[in-house]
C-alpha cells in the first residue's frame, strides 16, 4: 500500500459526459502527479500541482483540467469524452516538488480505470 | 523534449537472467528510475541511478551510463511472479523534474 488513495476504482459512462477522478496523497506529500495509461501503452504525464500550484503541464487535453485543493486532495475532470480516453488515470504523489524523498520515487495509487461506452 | 526507448517485450526462464536495457535522451538529465508493474495495477519503485555504474538490490540491478544515455535492470534468479512490466522513467531538471516514462517492458517468465 502506497499510501495514495484514488476512487473510483472503476467508472463506466458514456461519449460525452465528464466525470471527476479524485485523489487523496501519501501523508504530508506536497506534490500530486496525474498520469493516464491506455491498452497497452506507457503511463503519459498529464499534470502536477505543488501545494496548490500547478507547477508542470504535459500532453493534456483541453478537455481536461485538474486541480489541488488546500487539503492537498486533487481532482482530475474529464469533459466532453470520447472512447479513447478510456484508459486508466493514475495519481502519484512525493513529498517535495521535485520528485519524491533522496531517491526522487514517486508512490502511485491503484489507479481508476475509465470505461467510456 | 525527451525519447526513452525500450524493448516492447521480452521473455525468460524461470531462474534464468535478463537484461531490460532502455536508452534516454534528455537535455537536464537528473536521475533514472526503474518501475514494475503488474497487468491494471500501480506501478511500484525498483531502482534509482543518478551517478554512473551498478546499483544492487536483491536479485534486481541496476546500470547507468550517463554519458550513454543508456541504462539497463538485470533480474536475476528469475521468478514466475517476475513476469510483468518495466518502466525506465527520466526525471528532467528542463521539465519540471517530473518524470517521464518509456513504453516499458512485458517481460514474461516461462516455467
Known amino acids: 500500500d502506497s499510501g495514495v488513495t484514488q476512487t473510483p476504482k472503476h467508472l463506466i459512462t458514456a461519449t460525452g459526459q465528464r466525470v471527476t477522478l479524485r485523489c487523496s496523497p501519501r501523508?504530508?506529500?506536497?506534490?500530486v502527479y496525474w498520469y493516464q495509461q491506455s491498452l497497452d501503452q506507457g503511463l503519459q504525464f498529464l499534470i502536477q500541482?505543488?501545494?496548490?500550484?500547478?507547477?508542470a503541464k504535459g500532453n493534456i487535453l483541453e478537455r481536461f483540467s485538474a486541480q489541488q485543493f488546500p487539503d492537498l486532495h486533487s481532482e482530475l475532470n474529464l469533459s466532453s469524452l470520447e472512447l479513447g480516453d478510456s484508459a486508466l488515470y493514475f495519481c502519484a504523489s512525493s513529498p517535495h516538488l521535485g520528485t519524491g524523498s533522496h531517491t526522487g520515487e514517486l508512490f502511485f495509487g491503484e489507479g481508476s480505470r475509465l470505461t467510456v461506452l | 523534449g525527451q525519447n526513452i526507448d525500450q524493448p516492447t517485450e521480452m521473455t525468460a526462464t524461470e531462474g534464468a537472467i535478463v537484461q531490460i536495457n532502455c536508452t534516454y535522451q534528455t537535455s537536464g538529465f537528473n536521475g533514472l528510475f526503474w518501475y514494475q508493474q503488474h497487468a491494471g495495477e500501480a506501478p511500484t519503485f525498483l531502482s534509482y541511478n543518478v551517478l554512473d555504474g551498478l546499483e544492487e538490490k536483491g536479485r534486481f540491478s541496476s546500470f547507468l551510463s550517463r554519458s550513454k544515455g543508456y541504462s539497463y535492470l538485470l533480474l536475476k534468479e528469475l521468478q514466475m511472479k517476475d513476469s510483468a512490466s518495466y518502466l525506465c522513467a527520466v526525471r528532467d531538471d528542463n521539465a519540471g523534474n517530473m518524470l517521464t516514462f518509456g513504453g516499458g517492458t512485458r517481460l514474461m517468465v516461462k516455467p
Open positions: 500541482y505543488y501545494n496548490g500550484e500547478e507547477r
Open positions: 501523508s504530508g506529500d506536497l506534490s
